[in-house]
């Protein structure tokens, strides 16, 4: 099992962004993929999830306006979407794997490198 | 949903044995005893150390050990070594797909 993010990206305020991560190992339609955020010196932050079979998401009521999760199961990839960034989402984001089949119980037993976002002016 | 209350810190010798514990609501921890951790070492990414309150992934170390009582889990960690130092996360399982992390605690192994 793998899950390999897209590189690490430089934007300014208001610029648009789509970061990716492309799963391989195992069967990618029946397992959630979710996406978490780490500000830098912070702590681990749970964004959102997908189930790659049907596109059916759950976001965090903190994150529900500002991102678009979704997935392309014809390249076996997840998505993470912006479509205006903000300096406070400089941030590492990862992808993960959710290790039940089919289910959800906050347990993630693979995790992508993760993509480093620094928004600045 | 605000995070799980984590210790900021925590310390410990080589050989000994400390404990982490993760404080929530009902609501946080739902119907379910859904309470996995994670370890995180500096630059990497997240290692699941704990799921379902207790159980271990294959390959993880039975040094690592979760229990919960009421609205509070507890990871311990027996026979501290120097490569446990990282930092580690609570998380769990609350309601309709939805997930929580505790807000981290750090461990040094003096």
């Known amino acids: 099992v793998q899950l390999v993010q897209s590189g690490a990206e430089v934007k300014k305020p208001g610029e648009s962004l789509k970061i990716s991560c492309k799963a391989s190992?195992?069967?990618?339609?029946?397992?959630?993929i979710a996406w978490v955020r780490q500000r830098p010196g912070k702590g681990l932050e749970w964004m959102g999830i997908?189930?790659?079979?049907?596109?059916?998401?759950t976001y965090s009521p903190s994150f529900q306006r500002h991102v678009t999760i979704s997935v392309d199961k014809s390249i076996t990839s997840a998505y993470l979407q912006w479509t205006s960034l903000e300096a406070s989402d400089t941030a590492i984001y990862y992808c993960?794997?959710?290790?039940?089949?089919?289910?959800?119980?906050?347990?993630?037993?693979?995790w992508g490198q993760g993509t480093l976002v620094t928004v600045s002016s | 949903q605000s995070a799980l209350t984590q210790p900021a810190s925590v310390s410990g010798s080589p050989g000994q044995s400390i404990t982490i514990s993760c404080t929530g609501t009902s609501s946080d921890f739902g119907l379910f005893n859904y309470i996995s951790w994670y370890q995180v070492h500096p630059g990497k990414a997240p290692k699941l150390l704990i799921f379902e309150v207790s159980d271990r992934p294959s390959g993880i170390s039975d040094r690592f050990s979760g229990s919960k009582s009421g609205n509070t889990a507890s990871l311990t960690i027996s026979g501290l070594q120097g490569e446990d130092e990282a930092d580690y996360y609570c998380s769990s399982y609350t309601s309709a797909k939805s997930c929580v992390f505790g807000g981290g605690t750090r461990l040094t192994v003096l």
């Open positions: 997908i189930y790659p079979s049907d596109s059916e998401i």
């Open positions: 190992g195992y069967d990618f339609t029946s397992f959630w």
């Open positions: 993960a794997k959710s290790r039940r089949f089919r289910a959800v119980a906050g347990d993630f037993d693979f």
